[in-house]
């Protein structure tokens, strides 16, 4: 799997997305959310695949077990490198994802990395106990659902970095903690309440981070990018 950095295009059109990418000449690891994906389908990562760069296709799916196979196989196709499922869609929905990317990967490909959500980074443990009814702390439900994600043969799950050490030592070292959620040092944390800068991730046990609007909406893009991965890489 592809360590650097991963970047959020959180744009809503496909013009957005080549004006951004168009100023780098390096390949990259990009994710593709709800925003862009859904607004402008399976087009938007034909085109990004065409300039090289590796995708992370963030659609925290969450149906039941037949509905999301199917789906998971169709996006097979795609040739993304990365995708999700949201855990609390339990076991048998999990598995069944896996088989879909399975039965749905070309002959010859690798099948896309498959991980789960546990808890979303802008979800506060008060929030989790009042509104989810979900009683105790949320690192528990976290690493929870981590485990349930590695029973189900799921390669990790996306996680807060305040959670990754706990999710390494229960699920392993060779287990995914992909950590959005990353500020540099002084940045606004915007809707997002988990946070934490690539120095700490990479400490913490963070083996991908997810970086958005401090790179996205940095005045120097291209600038703010090799900073994040000098950070993430330097530790």
């Given amino acids: ?18 004006t951004f990418l168009s ?3 390096e390949p990259l690891f990009v994710k593709v959310g709800m925003e862009l994906y859904l607004q402008n389908g399976p087009s938007i990562i034909r085109a990004i695949k065409a300039l ?8 925290k799916l969450h149906d039941i077990p037949n509905t999301v196979k199917s789906a998971m ?44 959500v546990t808890q979303l980074t802008s979800t506060s443990e008060e929030q989790m106990n009042n509104e989810q ?9 976290v690493v929870h659902y981590a ?26 070292k060779a ?11 002084g940045g606004a944390t915007h809707d997002q309440k988990r946070v934490a800068t690539p120095q700490v991730a990479r400490a913490e046990g963070s083996t991908q981070i997810v970086v958005g609007r401090a790179i996205t909406k940095a005045q120097n893009p291209v600038e703010a990018y090799h900073t994040v991965v000098q950070l993430w890489e330097d530790n």
Wanted: aromatic share 4%; proline share 6%.
């Fill in 73 to 116: 196989k169709g996006l097979a196709k795609l040739d993304i490198d990365l995708v999700n499922v949201h855990a609390a869609g339990g076991s048998l929905m999990m598995k069944a994802a896996l088989e879909g990317l399975i039965e749905g990967t070309p002959e010859g490909k690798e099948r896309p990395a498959l991980i789960a």
């Fill in 175 to 185: 287990f995914l903690k992909v950590t959005p959620g990353i500020r540099l040092a």
């Fill in 52 to 59: 090289g760069h590796d995708i992370f296709l963030d659609l």
């Fill in 133 to 141: 009814k979900i009683p105790g702390a949320i690192f528990e439900s």
């Fill in 23 to 25: 100023q780098f000449d």
């Fill in 1 to 18: 799997m592809n360590t650097k950095p991963i970047i959020a295009l959180d744009f809503p059109t496909p013009e957005d997305v080549t």
């Fill in 147 to 172: 485990k349930l994600a590695k029973d189900a043969g799921l390669d990790g799950v996306v996680c807060s970095v305040l959670e990754a050490k706990m999710i390494e030592e229960a699920c392993g």
